[in-house]
């Protein structure tokens, strides 16, 4: 465990009170989602992309279902919540993400909802339920940060997210501030919240591709926007409006 993640892991003990918190010992997966698909930019972006890297086209055939309706139930009370907290309503669905475990919102709609639609794959929905740490939660800190995608669809953030940089990490550390707002406002509602958990998640997909136009940002950076996002709602009760400004200011100052 490198120091800077003992730090961050005693950090998020103290912010969040969180006995098995994050920071454990992660393996860094090789591949890396790619989880924003815009429906203009796609076609040309996926030519030059690595196909290792971004294997989602977009048009994947929608999976309505988990194959568990008890785990559908109750994901659906937590989409639920996050399209009250983002006022967004995108469609969800899975697909066959083959041996690439990935996830990933797209403004295409494809399904009934207005918002685009998010799609979490098969093959990332079973790694993710095997994780021993609160794995639905886990589950729910992708789909948060799938959910800030809409949003910044949604609102026209991209290009300004995106202005001047070469890869797409002030996006993806937007939206990892997002979902770490969201993680604060469900703690609000209920203090025993294992918002922790959405922090460890993050922490494990970052990435070193520094160069590459999908680096989504490092481990470290990544839980710490987590972190950052859940401060502006659980510790300065920042409106969502204001959290989106925020998480901007935010991951404009970093490098
Ligand atoms: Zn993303």
């Given at each position: 465990m490198l120091r800077r993640e003992v730090i961050l892991g005693g950090a998020l003990t103290i912010l969040w009170g969180a006995a098995n918190c994050a920071c454990h010992a992660q393996t860094v997966a090789k591949r890396r989602p790619g989880c924003t698909v815009d429906a203009d930019e796609a076609p040309r972006f996926f030519e030059r992309a690595n196909s290792e890297i971004l294997t989602a086209t977009g048009t994947e055939p929608v999976v309505p279902t988990s194959g568990n309706?008890?785990?559908?139930?109750?994901?659906?009370?937590?989409?639920?919540?996050?399209?009250?907290?983002?006022?967004?309503?995108?469609?969800?669905?899975?697909?066959?993400?083959?041996?690439?475990?990935?996830?990933?919102?797209?403004?295409?709609?494809?399904?009934?909802?207005?918002d685009g639609t998010v799609l979490f794959g098969r093959s990332l929905l079973r790694a993710?339920?095997?994780e021993r740490d609160h794995p639905d939660v886990a589950v729910s800190a992708v789909c948060a940060h799938e959910y800030a995608h809409i949003l910044q669809y949604k609102k026209g953030l991209i290009g300004r997210l995106l202005a001047g940089q070469s890869t797409v990490k002030r996006v993806e550390l937007h939206a990892d501030y997002l979902a770490g707002f969201f993680a604060g406002a469900?703690?609000?509602?209920?203090?025993?919240?294992?918002?922790?958990?959405?922090?460890?998640?993050?922490?494990?997909?970052?990435?070193?591709?520094?160069?590459?136009?999908?680096?989504?940002?490092?481990?470290?950076?990544?839980?710490?926007?987590?972190?950052?996002?859940?401060?502006?709602?659980y510790r300065d009760r920042n409106t969502f409006a204001q959290g989106i400004e925020t998480g901007i200011t935010y991951v404009q100052s970093s490098r």
């Open positions: 309706r008890d785990f559908d139930y109750a994901l659906a009370h937590t989409l639920s919540r996050m399209t009250d907290v983002f006022e967004v309503l995108p469609g969800f669905g899975y697909y066959d993400d083959g041996n690439s475990p990935n996830a990933y919102a797209t403004p295409a709609v494809r399904m009934r909802s207005a993710t339920l095997a469900r703690k609000l509602q209920k203090p025993e919240y294992p918002a922790a958990v959405y922090a460890t998640k993050a922490h494990s997909i970052g990435d070193y591709m520094f160069t590459d136009r999908n680096h989504h940002g490092t481990p470290d950076e990544r839980a710490a926007a987590i972190v950052a996002g859940f401060n502006a709602a």
